[in-house]
C-alpha cells in the first residue's frame, strides 16, 4: 500500500510499504482514510523546521475521514465511517492502526467536506473552551489562514463585540468578513495597534489570539495590541525557542497567556462535528483547493505557498472513489 515519506524539505513523495495489523493490545482499528485536508502544523514537518525530530514514514496528515475496515475493539464495527486522528500527525498512509479512542463517528447529515473540518474546529472549540465567557469582549485574531477564519467564526456566535482580523495578505482578509470578522486590517500596509486603539477608544482589545505560529509567529504583535489585564491566547504552534520575544512587556502588563493542544475526543470534536451537521456554523467557504493523492507535492506546495487564496486544501485517498 502507499504511504508519504519526506525525503527532504519541500519534497514528498509517496513509497509502497506492508500493509498494517492490528496491534495485541485490544482497542484499535485499522483506519483506511478517505479524505484529508491539509493543516498548518503539518508544514513543519514538509519544511523541515523541527530540526529534532527525525522524519518519519507517515509525516505528516491528521484531518481526515474514512472507514474502519478492521478492529479488535469494541466502540467501531468493519464498515463504520469516522473521524480519525492519527498519533503525532503519523496519517499519510492508505491504511493504518490507531486506537479507537481517536475516533469518533461521522455524522452522515452534512457534506463528508464540510464534517472533515469538525476536526481543526474541534481544535477552536478546545481553545476558546478553556477561557472566561466572549460577550461583549473586543477580540483581535492574528493570523486569517483556516485556523484564524474558525475563531473569527466561532466567536460571531459567542457573542464578541468586536471581531478584529489581521493578516498580511489582503486575499485572505476578504474571506474575513463572511466568516465573521468586524473588521479587518491588513498589516502589510498598516499599524494594527493604532487601528485597534482607535476601534477601541485607547482601550486596546480585551482578548488577542496568535494564530500564525511556527517561524512567523507574532506574540510581539499580540502583546502591542492587547489591553492591560488583558489576555493572549497562543494557539498557532511555536517553534521550540523563541528570540526577541519582549517578555519583561508582558509581565509589565500584567498580562494572562494561554496555550491549547491536544483536544478531548469525547467533547471537543464530537461538538465540532455536532455544530457543523446542525448547521450552526458553515465552514464550507474555507474549503479552496482539491487534489488527488497522487498529487500530494502540489498539493502541500499549494497549502504551503497560499496559492490561488488556498485556504483548506483537500486531499481524496483512492479508497474515497
Known amino acids: 500500500m502507499l504511504a508519504g515519506q519526506i525525503t527532504k524539505p519541500g519534497r514528498i513523495e509517496l513509497i509502497e510499504i506492508d500493509e498494517p495489523t492490528l496491534p495485541d493490545e485490544p482497542g484499535h482499528i485499522i483506519f483506511q482514510p478517505e479524505l484529508t485536508c491539509l493543516c498548518g502544523s503539518d508544514l513543519p514537518y514538509f519544511d523541515g523546521q523541527l530540526t529534532s525530530e527525525p522524519h518519519r514514514v507517515g509525516h505528516s496528515l491528521h484531518e481526515m475521514i474514512g472507514t474502519v475496515v478492521d478492529t479488535n475493539g469494541e466502540r467501531f464495527r468493519p464498515g463504520e465511517r469516522v473521524l480519525a486522528v492519527p498519533i503525532n500527525q503519523v496519517g499519510l498512509f492508505e491504511r493504518y492502526a490507531l486506537t479507537e479512542l481517536r475516533a469518533i463517528p461521522l455524522d452522515p447529515r452534512p457534506e463528508e467536506e464540510h464534517a472533515l473540518l469538525a476536526q481543526p474546529l474541534g481544535t477552536v472549540l478546545y481553545a476558546l473552551r478553556k477561557m472566561p465567557s466572549f460577550i461583549d469582549q473586543t477580540v483581535a485574531i492574528v493570523g486569517q489562514g483556516p485556523i484564524g477564519q474558525m475563531f473569527c467564526a466561532v466567536l460571531r456566535n459567542l457573542g464578541a463585540r468586536q471581531i478584529i482580523a489581521i493578516d498580511k495578505l489582503e486575499s485572505r482578509l476578504a474571506l474575513s468578513p463572511r466568516m465573521g470578522a468586524t473588521t479587518t486590517i491588513c ?12 476601534l477601541t477608544n485607547g482601550q486596546l482589545a480585551d482578548v488577542v489570539i496568535e494564530a500564525v505560529g511556527h517561524e512567523k509567529q507574532q506574540l510581539n504583535l499580540c502583546l502591542d ?97
Not at 498589516?187 to 482607535?198: F, K, L
Not at 498557532?236 to 525557542?241: D, I, L
Open 187 to 198: 498589516n502589510a500596509n498598516d499599524d494594527p495597534a493604532a487601528i485597534v486603539a482607535d
Open 225 to 321: 495590541l492587547a489591553t492591560k489585564f488583558g489576555r493572549i491566547l497562543s494557539f498557532g504552534v511555536p517553534p521550540e525557542t523563541i528570540d526577541g520575544l519582549k517578555w519583561n512587556a508582558f509581565f509589565r502588563k500584567n498580562l494572562t497567556i494561554h496555550t491549547s493542544v491536544e483536544p478531548d475526543f469525547t467533547r471537543d470534536f464530537p461538538l465540532a462535528m455536532r455544530w457543523i451537521s446542525e448547521g450552526r456554523i458553515d465552514l464550507r467557504p474555507l474549503l479552496t483547493h482539491r487534489y488527488p493523492l497522487s498529487e500530494i507535492q502540489t498539493a502541500y506546495e499549494t497549502f504551503r505557498d497560499k496559492k490561488d487564496g488556498a485556504q483548506k486544501v483537500l486531499v481524496d485517498f483512492p479508497a474515497g472513489k
